[in-house]
């Protein structure tokens, strides 16, 4: 075994473990919480049960935050990008009992979203790493026996409360498996729950999401689903060094998949097929986007309009015509943050995707790369900017492609490491 120092003693890391663990359960019952006050059914007290959730996880995070960032380029950025987070909450907060409520148990569009990315603060060891891929696994027995309990209008192909239900449950708890596909090398049979049998669970969850995306015709989460698939399967032959052929040739597969399937779409299938096939070729966002550009001033792109920003659209909005979520995420970024927000956020994840792909010496490091990229790549088909664990795994990666040290970290070491359940001292572990 390699004989590396390391920067924590035992019984701190042991201490560190109990408090991860107190945020995690705290997360899990807050997003699992949220998930099913989504549907519609279950009773909006379920809510009081999400304010435990806060409370375990937000106590637990003041002792877990350190403020401090190596790299000076995301230092300094990242004060200007939570100081304009700040602004934006700022311009919107109210000190009223209803608005407080709603902010701390919305999980689209309360104040949790932009206290998320302090998670960067958190810290960036492989027992915080291991952790969160267990609270991935947990979230997705969630997703499954969620869908279970609500399957009757998931399958309803016109049921809108299906769609919802669909949408939310996947994103929150179930995509997040993507991330268990991409660093698939690290969950051996030592590991609990992300042996064979949990890797597979994974990738039937992926599956699973990109058929009932079929189902309900969900192009952004189909997207999301497929394109998750394709970048496991690149990860996956890549880390075991396979050659050209066999990495490539699937995705011929797929390709030649695809011209059939859009073949067969228009030559009007019935049931989901048909459906799925209308709506490829829909464009039912172009009349709110329309709305959205006509209502937005100069000032309002540049600025957004803070928290609680609305914009006018009779096209399914409230009563009095204004809606506060557009689907389009990169647009639902400018209309509460403005073009400075969305500009600010790019530039820190974009090079954290180089650092990552191009500048790293282990898989974990361009899985995390190959992460961001796909939240970004989602940023224009679907809401995945909430306060959830697949937005929460954007910014763990962007810390792990701004760490010199995990970067750096050679592949056996990092193998090694995933190992342990806890801590292991003749392990090295970045601090």
Known sequence: ?????????????KRISRTLNQFWIGFVIYTSCYALMISGVVSSKITYLQLLGVLLFLSASFFLIRFRIENKYLRSLFIIYIA??????MRGFKFNSKFLFETF?????????????????FPKNLIYLKKTMNVIFILSIFYIL??????KPILLADSENGQTILEYFSKILGIPCGFILLTV???????????????????????????LAVVQARRGLMFMAVSI?????????????????FRFFPLFIVFFLSIYAITALTSKKSGAINRFADRVFENSRGDVVDYFYLD?????WLIGRGINGLYYCPTGATEDGYRNVIETDYL??????????????LLIAIPAIIKGLFYSKNILSKAAAIWILLWLLALFPATVTTFSLNYLLVWISIGICYSKEMRNMPEDLVKENFQYQLFNPNVYTPK
Not at 195 to 200: I, M, N, Q, V
């Open 1 to 13: 075994m390699n004989n590396y120092n390391y920067q924590f003693e035992a019984p701190y890391n």
């Open 185 to 211: 090398i690290y969950n051996t049979n030592k590991r609990k729950f992300l042996g064979t049998s949990g890797k597979l669970w994974c990738l039937f969850v992926i599956a699973l999401t990109a058929l």
């Open 105 to 121: 148990t919305d999980g689209t569009g309360g104040i949790f979203l932009y206290l998320l990315p302090l998670i960067i603060f």
């Open 229 to 245: 698939l394709v970048a496991a399967y690149i990860m996956y032959n890549y880390a075991h060094k396979s050659n050209l052929f």
């Open 332 to 345: 639902q970024i400018i209309l509460k943050g403005g073009i400075i927000s969305l500009a600010l956020l």
């Open 296 to 300: 937005m001033t100069k000032k309002d």
């Open 146 to 151: 969620f869908s279970i309990a609500f399957i």
């Open 84 to 89: 304009w987070l700040a602004y934006v909450v």
